[in-house]
């Protein structure tokens, strides 16, 4: 069975415009904070566009200190380390993401992507179902989920799995490469449990 996985370059999140509507108290320095640590953010975009990752990181960290409970700016600073090859940097710094929003889906579906690099396919599998939770039809976390139960040997979820991705892939034309792959997966996976794929029946 080929390894193959559709792991690709990590995408930054990118901060909606933040709402600086005077506040209630009048908190002009909470506000004036606030649109630093928002242009601050932008900054670490462009740095980031022009694969300046340290850079990047440099500015995602001094938004954070005006801004600490701004988690797409914690979580794009594991962007930039897993785009550095600093794996165990990124991974802390989604476990702070998450600490500051657990609903943070983004940040589980990375890490799940740094274990299934590294062919631990168990922790994987454990990440991407945390994703799930929070974006249940996603076609790349389908996609990684159902190969990374397909490497770690569990037959009967993978093909589960791989039903799922397609039901929702099929009809995607950006897809249809994944898609044509995962019937492939498809139809080696029922041969090993010795079912039957929809070929073998044409």
């Keep these: 069975m080929p390894i193959f996985s559709r792991l690709s370059k990590v995408a930054l999140f990118s901060l909606a415009a933040l709402a600086l509507a005077a506040p209630a108290h009048g908190a002009k320095d909470k506000m004036k904070l606030l649109q630093e640590a928002n242009e601050l953010f932008k900054q670490g975009e462009a740095e980031y566009e022009k694969e300046d990752f340290e850079a990047a990181i440099e500015k995602f960290e001094k938004c954070l200190a005006k801004d600490p409970e701004n988690a797409d700016a914690q979580f794009n600073v594991g962007v930039c ?17 998450l600490a500051v929003d657990p609903l943070y889906h983004h940040a589980y579906f990375n890490m799940g992507r740094i274990y299934h690099l590294r062919k631990d396919f168990v922790q994987a599998v454990v990440y991407y179902e945390k994703a799930l939770a929070g974006d249940p039809y996603g076609p790349d976390l389908l996609y990684n989920y159902a190969h990374a139960l397909m490497e770690g040997g569990r037959v009967e979820d993978a093909v589960e799995a791989w039903d799922r991705y397609l039901t929702i892939a099929d009809q995607l034309p950006e897809e249809a490469k994944w898609v044509e792959r995962a019937k492939e997966y498809m139809a080696t996976l029922k041969s090993i449990s010795g079912g039957t794929s929809e070929d073998e029946n044409e």
Excluded: I
């Design 81 to 97: 380390y897993t785009d550095l090859g600093e794996p165990e940097k990124a991974l802390e710094a989604y476990r702070v993401t």
